[in-house]
């Protein structure tokens, strides 16, 4: 935590607020965020426990298949895929327990680092008055997919890097590297492919427009 620099823990401040946001958000302050954070810690370690409890049991599933499956090769596919799918659940609950080890560090600066809390609210507040300008961009480099059908954690990595972008004043490099960083940290195993490849398009179709 503490290699790193303020923005970047702003931006894990604001990706953890944006679920957590009152009716008003352009009323936030510095002093509500760490009441957001830990909101939003609260709802992820349960998201964590629910995921761990899916990975047991698609584990337990694949198990069961494997050992009924004998030599029949469809049900061994099956269960291949399976233990696939299980391990994608595993692999999405230890991101966001690494994740949580520093979640106690990241209340104590939300309260005292003014300069991050400071930059926090400004993402928060930007991604929440531009988010019909911040969806269409995204939207636009979807391919046959929408903004609203996303996981919540990739849709809100994604507001945020467009919300720099675009208003921020953020280079784009800088926008997708720490877009990346935050979804190896919270998203699932290829999430941060996915999150690269689309803020790629929303860089080229700036260039273009």
């Not at 679920?19 to 009323?27: A, F």
């Not at 964590?48 to 049991?57: H, K, R």
């Not at 997708?176 to 935050?182: K, P, T, Y």
């Amino acid at each position: 935590m503490r290699s790193r620099k303020p923005r970047q823990i702003s931006r894990e401040l604001a990706l953890l607020s944006l679920s957590q946001l009152p009716t008003n958000p352009k009323k936030l302050t510095p002093e509500q965020l760490p009441k957001l954070v830990l909101a939003a810690v609260r709802t992820l370690t349960l998201e964590v426990q629910d995921t761990l409890d899916n990975a047991s049991s698609e584990l337990q599933r694949s198990n069961d298949r494997l050992l009924s499956s004998q030599t029949r090769a469809s049900d061994l596919d099956t269960s291949r895929t399976m233990v696939k799918e299980a391990i994608s659940y595993t692999q999405i609950a230890i991101n966001q327990l690494g994740a949580a080890v520093e979640f106690p560090e990241l209340i104590q600066l939300a309260n005292q680092d003014k300069e991050v809390s400071r930059y926090a609210i400004q993402i928060v507040i930007t991604v929440s008055e531009e988010r019909q300008v911040i969806d269409e961009r995204i939207s636009t480099a979807l391919v046959d997919w929408q903004v609203t059908r996303l996981a919540q954690i990739d849709r809100d990595i994604l507001r945020i890097a467009v919300g720099e972008m675009l208003f921020l004043d953020v280079p784009d490099r800088v926008a997708i590297d720490e877009a990346i960083e935050l979804a190896k940290r919270y998203s699932g195993e290829d999430g941060h492919r996915f999150i690269n490849g689309v803020l790629r398009k929303v860089t080229e179709q700036k260039q273009t427009a």
